[in-house]
Nanobody, 126 residues
Framework: QVDLVESGGASVLAGGSLRLSCTVS????????LAWFRRAPEKRREAIAS????????NYADSAKGRFTISRDSAENTVFLQMNSLKPEDSNIYYC???????????????????WGQGTQVTVSS
């Protein structure tokens, strides 16, 4: 079992920055990837970024490249999503996820993640 708790969501103006945090606890062998997804009302969850916990490799959605950065603290208990140059279309509920899967190219598939947090709301106003 893996427990994930997100925090850091807030309301910001366009062009601003936020850092989301996800505290990860539980069985570390139950996952080899940590990721951030987001979902707008009445839409499917969209993969934003992932981190391979063994290699440290990261992946990003096109919408996140150059603006968002996924990282993990040295104790490996928290995964972050640094979001810069925020846009109104970034307004979503953001979810942290953990999954054990191969190959890493499956990182954007929602179904490969077995564990999910409750989400944190990000609102960007123009």
């Amino acid at each position: 079992q893996v427990d994930l708790v997100e925090s850091g969501g807030a309301s910001v103006l366009a062009g601003g920055s936020l850092r989301l945090s996800c505290t990860v606890s539980g069985n570390r062998i139950a996952y080899n990837h940590l990721a951030w997804f987001r979902r707008a009302p009445e839409k499917r969850r969209e993969a934003i970024a992932s981190l391979d916990t063994k290699s440290g490799n990261t992946n990003y959605a096109d919408s996140a490249k150059g603006r968002f950065t996924i990282s993990r603290d040295s104790a490996e208990n928290t995964v972050f999503l640094q979001m810069n140059s925020l846009k109104p279309e970034d307004s979503n509920i953001y979810y942290c996820a953990a999954g054990l899967f191969y190959p890493p190219t499956r990182w954007a598939e929602e179904g490969v993640y077995a564990f999910w947090g409750q989400g944190t709301q990000v609102t960007v106003s123009s």
